[in-house]
Structure formats: C-alpha cells, structure tokens
C-alpha cells in the first residue's frame, strides 16, 4: 500500500508541477478580495497600498503534500495607473518553482457619470523552476535524472477589463511566450505551449444603497492552450457591512468543462476586513479520487492596507 501511495503522489506531483510551471498554484485565493492573484489589470485599483500574503497547504493528510507562499501587492502611481508585484516559492515533491511578476495597469475613464471604465494591464514574469533529487528515496527513480535540473524563464501577462457600475469583466492572456523546442531541460514531451486564457466576470448586488448586504456572483473560465483543457469556477460571496468594516462567507465549485456534474473541489470561505487589516480562509473539499488519501487543502489570507489616499480619477475607487 505505501508502495501504491509514493506512486499515486509521484505521478500527480508530475502532472500539478507541470500544469502549475511558470505559475503559482490558482486555487481559491483570488475569492480572498484578492483579485490581483489574478491579472495585471487590478493593479492601482483602490485607494491604499494593498498587502496580501496567501499560504496554501494542499492535500492535507499526505506527507510532503504540495506547499505554497506568495505575497501580492499593489498600489496606485499618479491618477490613473497602477503597479503591483507578486511574489511566490512553490515545493512539490521533488520539484520547486520560485517566480515573480511585475505588473503595470492604466485606468480610463469612459463615462464618470455612470462608472464605466476600461483597464489594461501587463506583467513580466520570472521562473525557475528545478527538480531536486538530493532526498530521492533509494536512489535515482529515473535514471536519466542524474543531477539537479533547473531552468529559468521569462514570460509575459496581458489582460483587459471593463468595469460599468458594479458590473465587471476582465479577458486575460498569460505565458504569451512559448518555449523553444531546442532548449527542452527536462523531457522531449514538454508542452512547448504555455498560454493559459482566462476571463473573470462578476456583479455586486445590493437591494438598495442603504442595505448592509451585498451579493456577488462570479465566473472564472480558464482554458490551457497545451492540451486544450478548459475549467470553470462558479462563486457566491456574500458581504455584510458594518460601516467601512465587513464580513463575507461564500463558495467555490471548480469543475473541467467536459465534467460540469463531478467538480474538482468545493471550497467553502470566509473572512473580514476590520479597521486596515484583513483575514480570509477557505478550504478546498476534494471530490475526486484523491479523497481515499485526502480531503482538501487550506487556503489562508492575510493582508493590510496602507497609505490611503483618494484618487481624483474614479476609475482607481
């Protein structure tokens, strides 16, 4: 059985580490009133320094199970344009990727009276990404994996959102660039394709200006462009707001596109903003058959908010 164990987690370990190469793990963390997780676009929106620090602890009950840390943040230069930063150190089993992304986001105002605005945003990213063998189990598993490998790399995000009152809709690109199939480290069976496109779209609902409720239903829809995969997240979050301070409890349902009926995971979460501090938590329900190991995994959010200071432009509220 432990034989079948190491395996079942070697194998799945390959598959997140090379769906997850040049990118953080994407869980439930941009639920989190974290949006920048997400795309370059959100960067500057806001009227503070936004700090969030996300640790994500997969497969719980499975030893050396998948860990992951990042910090997002973002802040708004001059009136109308933004930059952001996300950092982050990802371990799973033998492989470890550490990453950065730089983000610029300009902001244009297309009619002040009702709202409506037009973002674009851009990031560089930088990756390395390395397979360690110096704790392999009796030796090499492989033995064509005769050192360490690591390899490092460059990419880009792009991405566009148009904001009309509490409407929103963002269509992103990111990993534009594709690898060269003459520098392969690892295996000739590497996808040379990167690109992953995703829109986010949502609305925030209050019955009228005065209710201390607001409702937000969202849609995240991902296709990866490697294999041709697709997966969706349908979302309720719900607010209550006690004058600037707020609560929010909600849930995540994340399924492949081809498999509406058998999600991947529901991931209920909840969490406040008090004062300029703020807390989220979710936790991922496993529903495939991973479940037999474990039953999910933790996603915790910290932040802060610093500096406030209003923006004459309504496009960075």
Not at 197 to 220: C, F, M, Q, W
Not at 243 to 264: K, M, S, T, V
Not at 288 to 298: A, F, K, M, R, V
């Amino acid at each position: 059985m432990r034989n079948k164990l190491t395996i079942l987690i070697l194998l799945l370990g390959a598959l997140v580490s090379r769906a997850q190469e040049l990118n953080s793990p994407q869980l439930s963390q941009y639920l989190a009133d974290n949006p920048f997780v997400l795309s370059p676009v959100y960067a500057g929106i806001g009227d503070h320094v936004k700090i969030r620090l996300n640790g994500l602890t997969q497969w719980v009950g499975i030893k050396d199970a998948p860990q992951t840390q990042s910090l997002a943040a973002d802040m708004r230069i001059g009136e109308q344009s933004g930059l952001g930063l996300f950092l982050y150190n990802d371990k799973n089993g033998y492989t470890k990727q550490q990453g950065a992304r730089v983000s610029f986001a300009h902001h244009l105002t297309i009619d002040r009276y009702d709202d409506e605005f037009l973002s674009f945003g851009l990031s560089y990213n930088f990756n390395q990404f390395r397979i360690d063998i110096d704790e392999f189990i009796g030796g090499n598993l492989d033995p064509n994996v005769i050192n360490n490998r690591q390899t490092t790399n460059h990419n880009f995000d792009i991405g566009a959102m148009y904001r009309a009152g509490k409407f929103y809709f963002s269509a992103n690109a990111s990993n534009l660039l594709g690898k060269d199939p003459r520098n392969l480290t690892f295996d000739a069976d590497e996808p040379n394709a990167l690109r992953n496109y995703y829109a986010y779209t949502g609305y925030r609902y209050r019955k009228n200006k005065n209710s201390d409720l607001e409702i937000e239903p969202s849609v995240l829809f991902k296709i990866f462009e490697s294999d041709g995969r697709s997966e969706t997240d349908l979302n309720v979050k719900l607010r209550w707001y006690d004058f600037e301070d707020y609560y929010y409890a909600g849930i995540n349902y994340r399924f492949l596109n081809d498999q509406i009926g058998n999600p991947l995971y529901i991931a209920p979460f909840a969490g406040l903003k008090k004062g300029k501090f703020y807390f989220g938590y979710s936790y991922q329900i496993i529903l495939n058959e991973i479940l037999t190991y474990s039953t999910g995994t933790h996603v915790v959010t910290v932040g802060v908010d610093l500096f406030q200071g209003l923006s004459n432009c309504r496009c960075t509220y």
